[in-house]
C-alpha cells in the first residue's frame, strides 16, 4: 500500500501536505475518471500546440504501450510499403529530430493517421491488417488523447487530434469540431457542403448552406466560425514536411497521398466506354477526366482509382512517384 502510495506521489496522481494529507491531484482525477494508469494520462505532459497530430498519435500509442494498445508485431505487417510511406510522408518534428520510437509504436502511429484520412477497409487493406484491429486501436488511443484533453483543457492541439480520430478526418477537418454542436455527423455534412476547415467556414456565405445544415445552424455556426478565427487565427494547418525525410508529400497536379498511391497500385484498369473501369478494391468504380465515382474522390480529387488509371494511361511523373514510395519494400 506505501508504495502504490508512493508510486502515485511520484507519478503526480497523489499529493501531500506539509501535515502529511494526501489528496487526489487533477492529474489524479482524470486518471480516475477515465479509468487510466495515471503514468498513462502524464504522458500529454510533453504535447504542445506546436505537435504535428502525428507526434500526438506518436506519443499516444507510446504512453498507452502499443503490445496493450493491440498494435499489430511487425511481422503482421504484409504492406511495409505503405508503413515506410507514411513514416517518409507524414509531418513529424519527432521523427525530423531523430527520435525513433519503436516500430510498435510507429506502427501504430501510421495506422492510426491512416484512417484519419481513409476509411478503415482502406488503411486494413493497404496495411495488411484486419479492419477490426483499426477500429479498436482507435478506440484505445482516443480514450487516451481524450483523458489528455480533459487533464489539460487549454491545448487545443489534443482537442483536435482527438475530433480527428472521432470522426476519422484530417487535422483541417477537426478545426470544425471546435464549433458548439458539431460532431462527426455534422463534421462530414459540412464537408460535403464544401467546407474544408473553419477558415473556410468563417468566409462562407450561411445561405449557401442551409439545404445541407439547416438555416439555424448556418447561421450560428458561421458566426462562431468569425469569432473563433478571429480570436484564435489560423489553427487547423499541418506543418510542413521537411523534404529531406526519405518520405516526402508527393506533389503532381495536386496533393498524391502515398498510401493511396500504393494501393493504386494493386488495382485493375480496363476501358471501358470513353473512360476506364477500375477494379480490385471493394467495389468497382468508373473513372473519366480524372473524375471518379467515389465516395472518397469528393474529399480528395485524387483518389486511387484516379491515381490507378493516369498510372494505366502512362503518367511517367506518377510511375517515378509509385516507385519511390515503395522503394525499401
Ligand atoms: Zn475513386
Known sequence: MQGAISALIEQGGLSRDEQGRLSVTPLGQVAARCLLPVHVVAGARDVTDSDAPFDVLLRAVQAGGAAQLGVPGLEAWTARAALDATLAGVPSALLDAGVSPSPEVC???????????????EVADAFGVYPGAVAA???????????????????????LVAAMLRAQTDLDGATLSLLRGVGPAHLRALRLAGVPNL??????????????????RADRWVAEA????????????????????????????????????????????????????????????????????????????????????????????????????????
Open 226 to 329: 468569425r469569432f473563433l478565427v478571429s480570436t484564435l487565427g489560423v489553427i487547423g494547418r499541418e506543418p510542413p514536411a521537411r523534404p529531406d525525410r526519405a518520405a516526402r508529400r508527393y506533389a503532381v497536379g495536386g496533393e498524391v497521398d502515398p498510401v493511396r498511391l500504393v494501393r493504386a497500385t494493386f488495382l485493375t484498369v480496363t476501358p471501358a466506354g470513353r473512360g476506364v473501369t477500375v477494379t480490385g478494391g471493394a467495389q468497382a468504380h468508373a473513372v473519366q477526366d480524372d473524375g471518379c465515382d467515389c465516395p472518397d474522390h469528393r474529399r480528395t480529387r485524387l483518389c486511387k482509382h484516379v491515381l490507378a488509371a493516369r498510372l494505366a494511361a502512362g503518367d511517367l511523373e506518377l510511375r517515378a512517384l509509385a516507385s519511390s514510395v515503395s522503394a525499401g519494400y
Open 137 to 159: 486501436l482507435r478506440d484505445a488511443t482516443l480514450r487516451i488523447v481524450e483523458a489528455w484533453a480533459a487533464w489539460r483543457p487549454a491545448q487545443l492541439r489534443l482537442r
Open 107 to 121: 506502427c501504430g502511429a501510421a495506422l492510426l493517421h491512416g484512417s484519419c484520412h481513409n476509411t478503415d477497409a
Open 199 to 216: 477558415e473556410a467556414l468563417a468566409e462562407a456565405d450561411p445561405a449557401g448552406l442551409t439545404a445541407s445544415v439547416g438555416a439555424g
